[in-house]
């Protein structure tokens, strides 16, 4: 199986604070990947390393085929990255938005037919800061998928949205896996890593707990369901420990 992403040793230091600790993960071609852990487990951190918008203190990191560091624009091309809502212009529709950011790329899918997928059509004269949410959060999945990615990369992609929605979510999301794509993703929800993710990374304090496919992790911790391995092996109060 091929490596989309290696992360080889990665470290992350806020000043004193280490927010990634030595961490190792492989991504095969065409999996759904999850890296799980507690708020400030050094989640977004890991990703933002490996996207190069926050420097790393050490280790390696190589997506695509090419060391962090030497990314070129091609590579840029060919990744999706789910931004969050603060991050777009002031008083921009959502067809705008749309439009900005199919225009940023060589190849791109038809992003009408993504807005109709996620729900949004009748949203798109509206200024993407009146949209509601959970709409906010569909435009962000809706927006890193313009440029048909070979990666995309979800930072707790169903946060605010509602339970149909998120299921939605998860179908486009399967599609996407059946086109090829691989999807690193993080996520609070347990259910819905167990319902998308291959394989999955327990980070907790920046280091890793445990990692493998949902069922192995289930087992190992003997817990009825990934929500209760998880709280196991983070030892939270409530989880089998
Ligand atoms: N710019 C920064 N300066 C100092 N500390 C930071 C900075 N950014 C993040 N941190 C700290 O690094 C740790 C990891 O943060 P990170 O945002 O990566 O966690 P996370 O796993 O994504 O959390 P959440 O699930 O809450 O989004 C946290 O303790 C956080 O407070």
């Known amino acids: 199986m091929q490596n989309i ?21 492989a991504v095969e071609k ?13 989640k977004s951190t890991t990703i933002e390393c490996v996207l190069g918008t926050k420097a790393k203190n050490e280790g390696q990191v190589e997506l695509l085929g090419q060391k962090l560091g030497n990314y070129n624009k091609e590579l840029f091309q060919q990744i999706g990255v789910q931004f969050q809502a603060s991050h777009y212009p002031d008083r921009i529709k959502v067809k705008e938005m749309c439009e900005l950011m199919a225009s940023l790329y060589v190849h791109t899918v038809d992003w009408r037919v993504l807005i109709q997928e996620f729900s ?9 800061s009146s949209l509601s949410g959970g709409e906010r959060q ?8 313009i440029n048909s990615p070979k990666i995309v990369f979800l930072d707790e992609l169903t946060t605010g949205l509602d339970p149909q929605a998120r299921r939605e979510v998860w179908y486009y999301l399967r599609l996407l896996q059946e086109k090829g794509v691989t999807i690193f993703l993080t996520s609070h929800y347990m259910d819905e890593v167990e319902a998308l993710c291959n394989r999955v990374l327990i980070i907790h304090n920046g280091a890793q707990v445990i990692s493998g496919t949902p069922d192995e992790i289930i087992q190992k911790s ?5 929500e209760e391995a998880y709280l196991h092996y983070i030892g939270a109060v409530g989880g089998k420990r």
């Open 138 to 145: 569909k435009l962000s999945v809706v927006l890193a998928l």
């Open 5 to 25: 992403l290696h992360i080889r040793n990665l470290t992350k230091k806020y000043k004193d604070k280490i927010a990634v600790h030595k961490l190792n993960l």
């Open 222 to 226: 003997d817990a009825k369901n990934l």
């Open 30 to 42: 065409g999996e759904i990947f999850g890296l799980l852990g507690p708020n400030g487990a050094g």
């Open 120 to 128: 949004l059509e009748s949203k798109l004269n509206q200024l993407v």
